[in-house]
């Protein structure tokens, strides 16, 4: 059964996963840095982790054994979108995180998702392929360091102000990967979009 293949399992696994980072995730968020508890961001720290680069593994799984499915093309995307998205909006409540993550930075992330997935969906409903540019993957890249140096500042490093500049880094980082590569989704996409409607 293809919905079974080895990139798929990983991929429901990773997406498994996803759900039980978002309850431990949700019993850190909106305590103050000094009542943390250091083991529970340690484990979801390392759960995002998991989550976030054993995506590498299931596209490895899924070209070695030419197991490409309708179901991983939908389900591994949607999973690092909800790993990455998700993250940005509980760092709003994640202390020290959002005197750095702002809400507009959320909604930005979240905007391109949706412009993006919807250019994508009416794109192939037509018969167009849209495959994942260069930009798009570097932007998810830098998106799980940014999370990954997000939740390590917050667990383990909340007072140091060198933890804390390099997050503003990365979180701008993030920023203009994410309008860049939704800028050049909408440029390959420019001749579609001007196309009349059929």
């Given at each position: 059964m ?6 798929n399992k ?7 996963l996803c759900?039980?980072y978002?309850v431990?995730?949700s019993m850190a968020a909106?305590?103050?840095?000094a009542?943390r508890d250091?083991?529970l ?12 680069w ?9 070209r070695k ?10 389900a ?6 909800i790993l ?16 750095i993550?702002k809400?507009?930075f959320a909604v930005v992330v979240?905007?391109?998702e ?5 250019i994508?969906?009416?794109m192939e409903?037509?018969?167009i392929?849209?495959?994942a ?9 830098i998106?799980n360091v ?5 939740l390590g500042y917050?667990t383990w490093f909340?007072?140091?102000r060198?933890?804390?500049l390099?997050?503003i880094?990365?979180m701008?980082?993030t920023?203009?990967?994410?309008v860049?590569?939704?800028?050049t989704?909408v440029l ?8 009349e409607?059929?």
């Open positions: 293809l919905l079974m293949t080895a990139a990983v991929t429901s696994f990773r997406f498994l759900i039980l978002y431990l995730l909106g305590k103050p840095s009542a250091v083991q961001l340690t484990v979801i720290f390392i759960l995002n982790q998991i989550i976030a054993s995506d590498l593994l299931d596209g490895y799984l899924a054994y030419k197991e490409v499915t309708h179901f991983g093309r939908i591994d995307p949607l999973v690092d979108k990455v998205v998700g993250s940005f909006i509980f760092f709003l409540v994640l202390d020290p995180l959002p005197q993550f809400a507009w979240l905007g391109r949706f412009l993006v997935s919807g994508r969906g009416a409903a037509a018969g392929p849209f495959p540019s260069v930009w798009g993957k570097i932007k998810t890249a998106q940014t999370v990954g140096t997000g917050a909340p007072t140091a060198w933890t804390e390099l997050t880094v990365l701008w980082a920023l203009v990967a994410t860049m590569s939704g800028v989704y390959s996409a420019r001749k579609f979009l001007g196309s409607r059929i």
